[in-house]
């Protein structure tokens, strides 16, 4: 079944929230000292990501752009209402914020990330749930200490977190067929970098250094992914003159 890593990484995000509202009762230092310290290992791991590129100029072209498109669609203030819809429904007065905070970070943190693309594509593709139960781990004691620190809204994040990866394991099953296998290693190489990017600053706004609106640049994903082709056909283009 090519969405079995899917629903296993779902689940573990559920079952790390409900584990984090537990221990909600952690000192505040600990649990401070223990946020700064997972931004700080995703921030490496984005840098890491980042240098996957073999073009950085369509890295940076595609961040502009995708920032551009973002912040027209107004996409963290719609992911942000959703999660204060969310809260309206089930935070209580006495949760006001944690909701809708929580929600957008973790989506943003478990959604955007090679793991997530390729564990997803490695479903569809082999039905090879590897990736996808590494990421489950990793994920499942993120969202013990993301929910200890910015409340339950981090649960929320599973749903989203399961319609990304099965629409991407799905359409993997199609993809080979439509592109090569070397020009699906180009696009997930830049995909990667510029999600990496992403990842960093995802870590700045844990550590509260400044308040980066990651989720208007998601859109520079895919146009990381359709630059690779493009570019492509433009150097071919003007090989041929």
């Known amino acids: 079944m090519i969405l079995t890593g899917t629903i296993v990484n779902a689940a573990a995000i559920l079952i790390g929230a409900f ?30 990501m980042s240098l996957k590129t073999e073009n950085f100029l369509l890295v940076i072209a595609s961040l502009t752009i995708g920032s551009i498109i973002g912040e027209l669609c107004r996409i963290e ?17 006495n949760q006001k914020g944690s909701i809708a905070t929580g929600f957008v970070t973790a ?21 090879n749930h590897d990736i996808l139960y590494t990421k489950s781990m990793l994920d499942g004691f993120s969202a013990i200490i993301f929910t200890s620190a910015l409340g339950i809204g981090v649960a929320f994040s599973a749903v989203p977190v399961f319609l990304y990866q099965a629409s991407i394991a799905i359409l993997a099953t199609q993809i080979t067929s439509i592109i090569s296998q070397t020009m699906l290693d180009a696009m997930l190489a ?14 700045i706004n844990v550590m509260e250094l400044k308040k980066v609106s990651v989720a208007n640049m998601l859109p520079a994903l895919i146009v990381a992914a359709l630059g690779v082709p493009f570019i492509q056909w433009i150097t071919e283009f003007f090989a041929t003159k």
């Open 19 to 48: 584990l984090g509202r537990l221990l909600q009762g952690i000192p505040d230092g600990i649990r401070q000292t223990v946020m700064q310290g997972l931004a700080l290992a995703v921030m490496v791991l984005g840098v890491t």
């Open 77 to 93: 203030d719609r992911l942000n209402q959703l999660g204060k819809w969310l809260e309206s429904k089930v935070g209580g007065k």
């Open 107 to 127: 989506t943003l943190v478990y959604c955007i990330g090679a793991m997530a693309v390729l564990g997803a594509m490695d479903s569809g593709l082999r039905n």
């Open 190 to 203: 830049e995909i990667t970098a510029v999600g990496g990017i992403m990842i960093i600053a995802i870590g």
